[in-house]
């Protein structure tokens, strides 16, 4: 069974890529909706949710844990590893630095997400680790979760913001961008539009996935008879309609969400 | 000793209006920026987080609670004065109400505030009581929280935004609009100007402070000699370097934060 956890909803992203990739692995997801959103919050209280996230999931059965949220990928790793030591962890931060640093021609690679996520500086680390010559050029666009939230994917107002945001890396050169919250796949096509089309966009959903895929399918092998497609199973910390309405949004089809007080 | 509480740091524009009319008592508040937002979360749970807050001004001390956010005071004041029946609570939308149902002349009446306040239908519910004549127009605003806490309080993005929230209740004709939520004041000119000049707006956190002014001149009143003026006491249950800078903007000034886990 395959945890997967994010601040609220946009983690609903990396559900889809998984059960379009191994729709026979059960998967159970929570989304924090109570205390949505993380990318304004400290590291220490990302910290100390990531872990109340992680203990809920391996409660209900989960073997493997995936991080579907950007900022407690950047801040909270260490902890959770250290914590749950037998537990095989992914987060969305390195298989999009990899896949990053696999694209990028100019070495000029940019990177938009939560202020915290921004902050923790984790992307430039590992570029600068992997490849001292790439340069990050990097921009918090915290105004997007919530535009997205609202479901404003494609208004006017959406598409100034994305520019807003864009332009600071625009001029800096970037030719591959990373979509450093799982929220953005869904104004994918804006973004793209605002950072030209010889920007390469990287869905660290569409990567995580890749990874898990590949690790679960060797570490857990089926039998052909067992190959059943189930539903996922999905839980929340609160549940307004609102909520309904944006898991439809994230997940593109209809299921029932499950509430749980942490 | 006033205890007052809020989600996050939108409450200290009603500690700004205490400290103008009754800066010789002692004023503790409470911003809960940890589970911040509360106005995209459910009754249920803003309810649960209120009753935690208030638990915590009164064991600092607090003799009379001010909600200072109008999620809670539209969806929690019941269980909140049935838990703690001896203490005296005062809320936002009591005075914003009245005051308005004072000013209209048409009789014509916007809303706009957090979703979970304009569903709430509070405000619809009172005045229908007062006056079945007048009509409420509400309209929820949920992108002005982010806006304002990005500090984006003059930009062209917030103006358009500010312009199309209010245009359904410019076209009904409202003479009065209530500004549902303690963020509000700080974009009170934009608000204004798109509300149009022949529009009165209603600031809950003036209101609020009139009252408990009143209230706490009567019931504690001070010794000449006692006339100190003190510094409020600042806690949040989490502490970054934007919750800081956003403490400044709605208090304009500088003050310690205290950080308590709840």
Chains 1, 2 share one sequence.
């Not at 000029?108 to 680790?129: M, P």
């Not at 050169?173 to 973004?191: E, M, Q, R, S, W």
Request: net charge positive; aromatic share 8%; proline share 6%.
């Amino acid at each position: 069974m395959i945890g997967v956890f994010d601040s609220g909803l946009g983690g609903l992203t990396v559900v889809r890529e998984l059960l379009a990739k191994i729709p026979q692995y059960k998967i159970i997801y929570f989304g924090d909706t109570a205390r949505t959103p993380y990318g304004t919050k400290s590291a220490e209280t990302v910290t100390k949710y990531a872990l109340e996230n992680t203990r809920f999931l391996l409660e209900k059965g989960a073997q493997v844990i995936v991080v579907a949220c950007h900022t407690v990928s950047s801040t909270a790793m260490p902890v959770l590893k250290e914590t749950f030591r037998k537990i095989p962890f992914f987060e969305v931060v390195t298989p999009s630095f990899k896949k990053a640093l696999q694209l990028t021609r100019k070495k000029i690679i940019g990177l938009i997400g939560t202020r915290t996520t921004v902050e923790s500086g984790i992307y430039q680390r590992l570029f600068h680790e992997a490849d001292p010559e790439v340069k990050v050029v990097v921009n918090p666009a915290p105004l997007l979760v919530p535009l997205i939230e609202e479901g404003w994917l494609n208004k006017p107002e959406t598409r100034r913001i994305v520019r807003k945001y864009l332009m600071p890396l625009k001029i800096k050169g970037i030719d591959t961008l990373i979509l450093g919250c799982t929220h953005y796949p869904l104004i994918k096509k804006v973004i793209g539009e605002k950072a030209g089309k010889r920007v390469k966009l990287i869905d660290p959903s569409e990567e995580v996935a890749i990874e898990v895929a590949e690790f679960i399918e060797k570490s857990f092998p089926l039998k052909e008879s067992l190959k059943v497609n189930g539903e996922p199973e999905i839980w929340v910390s609160d549940l307004t309609s609102n909520f309904e309405k944006l898991a439809q949004l994230f997940l593109k089809r209809r299921l029932r969400l499950n509430k749980v007080s942490l």
